[in-house]
């Protein structure tokens, strides 16, 4: 919810991401963050077809202790 102002942001607590490839431009900026994340051992894919992309969070982010499950 970028849009949202008083919606309280904390990326460390997203487990799962769900986005519609569709809407955005090919290697534009959201495409790089994604690619990023995943890159970087953050997320993995669960599913990317007919333009929904899923992951999952597998690893912490930098400097974040691993929560227990």
Request: avoid cysteine.
């Amino acid at each position: 919810a970028p849009h949202y102002p008083d919606h309280d942001h904390v990326p460390a607590e997203i487990d799962w991401i769900v986005v519609d490839r569709t809407t955005h431009v090919p290697e534009g900026r959201e495409e790089q963050l994604l690619d990023g994340l995943v890159d970087n051992g953050e997320f993995e894919v669960v599913s990317d077809k007919d333009g929904v992309f899923v992951a999952r969070r597998v690893e912490p982010p930098d400097g974040q202790p691993k929560s227990p499950d």
